[in-house]
């Protein structure tokens, strides 16, 4: 009767703990949210995020076990961490349908920028690129300790400056630079806004998204089926599918003069060349070779991934405190995924792409349609 006892008794503690830690777990989460929205977290020196960061790893490490615990319990479900805004799915917390309904309904200014990609195509390395370009290589984030998400709006994010506290950029062309993923039917438009456009290999898109789903969620993160799923299906992928989001674009760029589009590769290719194209295309003066020079060498991938803390693409959490700013980063990331994998998404994106004259093909030759396919 005793042994009985004693398992019920440590059923009952086990239980008690596992609720504690749930409460505490919820708590933490809260707490974490709302200290990172706006400005209360990016909009803090060096030493308070850092003190943030630490004060949530000591949290991680106190709630370890039921994290632990959980992460062997259940897999991320993309369909239960997403929500549909007319139709395109987007995450909770970095996102909301208020911030969405925001996003969609705002009125452009002619000093704005927008920097647009789907999700893991270069949108903050684009964003450096203007800020350096506005600057003519003088930008002072990393001199200062500002964070980028202190100056440039997320569009359609919760956790970054507000557009109304945006500063302008720049003494020549003084300008607000914001990013967004909305696709081409959401994002609002404005004749004299510019809107510059970065395009990826849709495999290298995959490989990076499933790079940043696992930094965040760890051993919570999927198995490969479900992110092909996900990165394939119109109602789950977030913010659309590769070939739709690009489509959009590509059609929006040919129809309307203001929008700059670009390929990721070209960058990585030739990272001056687009500087120039940017510079143009902002109707600032030409850089001269010493202001390019300073432009190319602090839009680096080495540079800002030696100064990450400033670039951070979303603010730490309880999953993860030291956000990566780039895992890899290289051109040829679509080469990493596993064969059958990367040829079943080469087939998709060139199907959804049939009939449209988006020239993307000529930048990646893999993914002409093939007979039959």
């Excluded at 062997?72 to 799915?89: H, M």
């Excluded at 001056?272 to 143009?280: D, K």
Aim: hydrophobic share 45%; with cysteine.
């Amino acid at each position: 009767m005793s042994l009985v006892w004693w398992i019920i008794t440590a059923l009952a503690v086990l239980f008690a703990l596992y609720v504690g830690f749930g409460i505490y777990l919820g708590m933490v989460l809260k707490w974490e949210d709302d200290q990172t929205l706006g400005l209360r977290y990016y909009g803090l020196p060096p030493a308070g995020r850092a003190a943030f960061k630490s004060r949530l790893r000591r949290h991680a490490r106190l709630l370890s076990p039921l994290l632990w615990l959980n992460a062997r319990l259940a897999k991320l479900d993309f369909r239960r961490v997403a929500f549909l805004y007319k139709g395109v799915a987007a995450p909770h917390g970095s996102c909301s349908p208020e911030s969405f309904a925001r996003a969609e309904g705002y009125q452009p200014r002619p000093e704005d920028v927008f920097v647009v990609t789907q999700m893991k195509c270069g949108t903050t390395w684009m964003q450096h690129v203007v800020y350096e370009v506005l600057h003519r290589g003088e930008g002072t984030l990393v001199a200062t300790g500002t964070a980028m998400y202190a100056v440039a709006p997320w569009l359609e994010g919760r956790k970054s400056v507000s557009l109304e506290e945006a500063p302008l950029l720049g003494r020549e062309r003084p300008s607000r630079i914001l990013k967004t993923h909305l696709p081409a039917q959401l994002c609002p438009s404005r004749p004299d806004a510019r809107y510059i456009y970065v395009a990826r290999h849709p495999v290298s898109c995959f490989a990076s998204c499933i790079d940043f789903v696992v930094t965040n969620v760890g051993a919570m993160a999927p198995g490969m089926p479900a992110f092909e799923e996900w990165y394939r299906s119109p109602e789950l992928m977030w913010w659309g599918t590769w070939p739709d989001h690009v489509k959009g674009w590509w059609t929006r760029s040919r129809r309307d003069g203001n929008v700059l589009f670009v390929y990721f590769e070209q960058m990585k290719q030739d990272l001056g060349a687009v500087a120039r194209q940017v510079a143009e295309f902002l109707g600032v003066a030409p850089l001269s070779e010493a202001e390019l020079a300073r432009v190319v060498e602090k839009c680096s991938f080495q540079y800002m991934q030696q100064h990450q803390d400033n670039f951070e693409m979303h603010p730490p959490h309880i999953l993860q405190t030291n956000a990566e700013l780039f895992v890899r980063g290289t051109a040829d990331r679509h080469l990493d995924v596993p064969e059958e994998v990367r040829q079943r998404i080469l087939a998709w994106s060139a199907r959804e792409l049939a009939g449209s004259d988006l020239p993307v093909a000529t930048v990646y030759p893999d993914l002409r349609l093939q007979p039959g396919a």
